[in-house]
């Protein structure tokens, strides 16, 4: 591809997705988007890039799709998972007095291990819950991504990241060379494609939202946009999870951290600066 071409086809990514592609990731588009060129018998990224930005809709979707960083894992850095267990969920017991029911948004779910791992979370600690419903929602732009993570199956390469043997053998059945999610865990769990750029708010409100390894791939003012967008999904006590190193200092005054080094932010509110939150422990 020309300068000229690259710069084009990194405007209509980062238009339709939020990712940033500078002139040295040129080697990454091409790479991402060759099987794309092959799978539609075009000639060229060149051409595959044309094609999409001509307006077909197939196109479109295939090339964002492959440009998507579907990086993922059972239980990613652990400590947040751990965090969401020991802290997050009992406060929901507590503080939610007759509701009986709570909601997790997991943002950039990808294959969907993160919604997965949350609702595993739950399951194992479904003897406080008796009687509750629980609602965990996992998004991404990428349909091929949920097309994977709602039919459930995992190969062992997956299951081997970061996913306990005991959690493993819990909640997962055999079937020949994958690992299939047991139907008790898939059951609150729902997965939509959505694009964090587009309007948030049919998606309802949340207790929990995990954004994490999602805003590093963002220039500012699309994380500014998407920061803002999730501030407006979280109850006022409600809790927001990031990567490890991802930060909201500079971006956004909605939240202020809790423990920034693990990635958790409790909703900050002007006219309620010490109110409570589901990220620190509540005394029962």
């Known amino acids: 591809m020309s300068p000229e071409e690259f710069e084009s086809a990194a405007r209509f990514i980062k238009e339709r997705s939020g990712l940033v592609l500078t002139r040295d990731k040129a080697y990454l588009l091409e790479n991402r988007l060759l099987p794309v060129v092959r799978e539609?018998?075009?000639k060229s990224v060149s051409?595959?890039?044309a094609a999409a930005q001509g307006g077909n809709p197939a196109l479109q979707t295939a090339v964002i799709d492959a440009m998507m960083t579907k990086e993922t894992a059972f239980f990613r850095d652990w400590k947040p998972f751990?965090?969401?267990?020991?802290?997050?969920?009992?406060?929901?017991?507590?503080?939610?007095?007759?509701k009986t029911g709570f909601?997790?948004?997991?943002?950039?779910?990808?294959?969907?291990?993160?919604?997965y791992s949350a609702a595993m979370t739950i399951r194992d600690v479904a003897a406080a819950f008796s009687g509750w419903q629980a609602d965990v929602v996992g998004i991404d732009v990428s349909s091929s991504a949920i097309e994977a993570a709602n039919k459930g199956i995992y190969s062992q390469f997956d299951v081997q990241r970061g996913l306990p043997v005991r959690a493993l053998l819990r909640h997962f059945t055999k079937q020949d060379d994958a690992w299939v999610i047991h139907d008790d865990v898939r059951?609150?769990?729902?997965?939509?494609?959505?694009?964090?750029?587009?309007?948030?708010f049919q998606l309802g409100r949340f207790d929990v939202i995990f954004c994490r390894n999602v805003l590093v791939h963002l220039d500012l003012k699309a994380k500014f946009d998407v920061v803002q967008k999730i501030s407006r999904l979280l109850v006022d006590d409600g809790v927001l999870y990031l990567g490890l190193n991802e930060t909201l200092t500079g971006i956004s005054k909605s939240f202020r951290a809790v423990d920034p080094a693990t990635g958790i932010y409790a909703m900050h509110r002007a006219d309620r600066p010490t109110a409570l939150s589901l990220a620190t422990k509540i005394d029962r």
Do not use: Y
């Open 187 to 200: 059951s609150f769990v729902k997965f939509q494609t959505w694009n964090l750029l587009e309007d948030l």
């Open 47 to 49: 051409d595959l890039m």
């Open 40 to 42: 539609h018998h075009l």
């Open 82 to 98: 751990e965090h969401f267990r020991e802290i997050v969920l009992p406060n929901i017991r507590v503080s939610r007095g007759m």
């Open 103 to 115: 909601r997790v948004l997991c943002a950039g779910v990808s294959t969907g291990q993160e919604a």
